[in-house]
Structures are given as C-alpha cells and as structure tokens.
T-cell receptor, first 117, second 116 residues
C-alpha cells in the first residue's frame, strides 16, 4: 500500500477484555516497530521485527502484551486482560532495510487509539 | 542508554515569527537524530534527519536543524511560522548506531501553537 495502515483507528474496551491491533506495513519494508504514546508523553518503543529474525521484545511493559508478524507482512499487537493504564495511542512504523541510515527512517501509521474503561 | 530531552512542552509563536524548538540528547556514540511532526489524528511524519554528514540539516516545510556536538543539541528552527505549522513535534535519537536494531528513542514532544 501507499503507507502504513493501522486498524481499528479507535477501540474502546472494558477493563479485563483482550484487544488485538493490526498493522499493515509498507510493501517491501522488512522492519516493523510498535510504539505506545500515552497522553502527554513521547513514544515508547514496544517491539521490533526484522525479517525472519527473532523479534526484540525488550520494550513490552508486561507479559499481557504480545505481538506477531508473519514474514514481512501484517503484524498484530495483542493486549490481554486490559487495564486502564493501557489506554494510549499505539503506533506502528515500518522501514525499508535493516542497516545504515535507511533502517532508521521509519514511516508511521496513524495509530490506534485505545481506551480502556 | 540514550535519551532525548525536549525543553518546553508547549511553545506559542505569532504567525511570521521565528520558530525554535529545543532538543538535547545523550549518546555515547555518534547518533542518528530525527525530528518528526504529528498533526492531529495523524501518524508521525519525518521532517528531517541528521546522519553525520552536514551539521546543518534542511527538512521539509522550511524547517532546519543544526547538530551541535559540543552542546549535544539538535534544535529545530524555521524563520517564519505559518498557521499550518501548528502541530506536535518530536525529537528522536537512534538507539543502536550501526547495529541491527533501529528503534527510536523519542522526546516527550513540543506542541507548537501559531497565533494569527
């Protein structure tokens, strides 16, 4: 596609429910990132996928958070047993290659705004 | 660990005035530095990037930033603000220079308001 696509754009859920967020990266981009943006805060890195390598999960805040990506395509971020503090905008980004400056030029989706009641 | 500090969570300027958004970073190796802009309900858009070539970097929409190693700064400027510049601006540094990782470390953002 022309850009990074995320769905849904907004999600309202009840505390304790599971949610699944989807990211379609730019076609051909090997690297995919998930970030969380809480109100009034910068972006926090969550997880990174690069091709078929094992993902870097060092930013995931708890074991309630998980993400999958099949090859170089769609990724899903799952939050189990949601808590109110999970309310945030979840942003996905993709980049073209894994080395040099190009790896750092990340293209972002519009995000999914998650509200946990 | 690398970090980014943006001074001023909110900056207000008049249309036509100079825009100056401050960013300081900490890094033990030469960094890659970025400025992104976020318009309401949109994702982040890359404004400009520093890649260890020229210290003065020109970006889109008339913005530029100067890398000053001695001050560990990468402030964003624009000579004349336009109403359409009203948005939130994020400074970011690359965490792993030259490695396989590339996630960005972001500052908390500065919201720019432009008064008519």
């Amino acid at each position: 596609g022309a850009g990074v696509s995320q769905s849904p754009s907004n999600k309202v859920t009840e505390k304790g429910k599971d949610v699944e967020l989807r990211c379609d990266p730019i076609s051909g981009h090997t690297a995919l990132y998930w970030y969380r943006q809480r109100l009034g805060q910068g972006l926090e890195f969550l997880i990174y996928f690069q091709g078929n390598s094992a993902p870097d999960k060092s930013g995931l805040p708890s074991d309630r958070f998980s993400a999958e990506r099949t090859g170089e395509s769609v990724s899903t971020l799952t939050i189990q047993r949601t808590q109110q503090e999970d309310s945030a905008v979840y942003l996905c980004a993709s980049s073209l290659v894994s080395s040099g400056i190009a790896k750092n030029i990340q293209y972002f989706g519009a995000g999914t705004r998650l509200s946990v009641l | 660990a690398q970090s980014v500090t943006q001074l001023g969570s909110h900056v207000s300027v008049s249309e036509g005035a100079l825009v100056l958004l401050r960013c300081n970073y900490s890094s033990s190796v030469p960094p890659y530095l970025f400025w992104y802009v976020q318009y309401p309900n949109q994702g982040l858009q890359l404004l400009l990037k520093y890649t260890s070539a020229a210290t003065l970097v020109k970006g889109i929409n008339g913005f530029e930033a100067e890398f000053k190693k001695s001050e560990t700064s990468f402030h964003l400027t624009k000579p004349s603000a336009h109403m359409s510049d009203a948005a939130e601006y994020f400074c970011a540094v690359s965490e792993d220079y030259g490695g396989s990782q590339g996630n960005l470390i972001f500052g908390k953002g500065t919201k720019l308001s432009v008064k008519p």
